[in-house]
């Protein structure tokens, strides 16, 4: 079948939004799809510096009034925060057919917090984090992973030691909208767009 003939329908559903807080919204949506969605936390990160722009998928590890994602400061998203704190967060979640976008202005976390982190997190996760030069060449992926099963025997009993350019970037959102698919392609948007320190609501046509 040709791309251009695939069709999925979607069916209007009845959408709950908390017309004061996106917050809370985006919270009463995330329950809800951590029951039918099987990766709820991933969502696409956009960063630009300028002249270009890059998108990769991240997991989410915390939300509130900020969103929290982990990575590698040196990699290329990293780099491009550093130039440019500008980003935009987008959830798709497939089964219920919604849509989240995020714009924000994003900044590193506390060193502590970063590294509480990293230290909650399986070992070889860890290691992986330590040994990953993230968005950089390598020889060959053999070579990786033999470096890596060396660094799991060297620190079997000893502490991995804490990456300087690993960490997490929290994103404080100007701008959050809520998409639900909807029948005959008729789908609901809701946007959120902070002005100073409130929330206004309207919605879009789709
Ligand atoms: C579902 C999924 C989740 C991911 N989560 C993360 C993450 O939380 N942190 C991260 O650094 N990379 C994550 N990655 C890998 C990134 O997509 C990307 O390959 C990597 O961060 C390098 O991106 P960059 O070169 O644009 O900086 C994830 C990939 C997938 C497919």
Same mark, same amino acid.
Request: some cysteine; proline content about 4%.
């Given at each position: ?9 979607? /069916?209007?559903r009845k959408?709950? !939004?908390?017309? =004061? ?10 329950? #809800? $799809?951590?029951?039918k ?15 270009y722009v ?13 969103f ?16 440019n ?8 979640? /497939?089964?219920?057919?919604?849509? !989240?976008?995020? =714009? ?10 970063s #590294? $509480?982190y990293?230290y909650?997190r ?21 070579e990786l992973i ?7 025997k060297k ?13 997490g ?11 639900q698919g909807?029948?005959?392609?008729l ?10 320190? #409130? ?8």
């Open positions: 079948m040709k791309i251009g003939e695939t069709r999925k329908e979607y /069916k209007t959408i709950i !939004i908390n017309s =004061d807080c996106p917050i809370l919204t985006f919270k009463n949506w995330y329950k #809800k $799809a951590e029951k969605v099987s990766e709820p936390n991933a969502f696409n990160l956009a960063t630009s510096s300028g002249k890059s998108s990769r998928m991240m997991l989410l590890k915390d939300y509130g009034e900020t929290i994602f982990f990575t590698n400061f040196h990699s290329r998203k990293g780099v491009e925060l550093f130039n704190s500008k980003s935009s967060m987008n959830f798709w979640w /497939k089964e219920i057919q919604q849509q !989240i976008r995020i =714009d924000g202005v994003v900044k590193k976390i506390q060193k502590e917090e #590294k $509480a990293f909650s399986p070992k070889s996760s860890q290691i992986g984090a330590f040994l990953s030069n993230q968005s950089r060449k390598i020889n060959s992926y053999e033999k470096e890596y099963k060396l660094l799991i620190y079997k009993n000893d502490i991995v030691p804490y990456p300087k350019n690993w960490g970037y929290e994103l404080t959102p100007y701008r959050i909208e809520f998409w909807g029948s005959y392609r789908h609901q948007r809701v946007e959120f767009i902070k002005a100073r320190t #409130k929330w206004q609501m309207k919605k879009l046509a789709p």
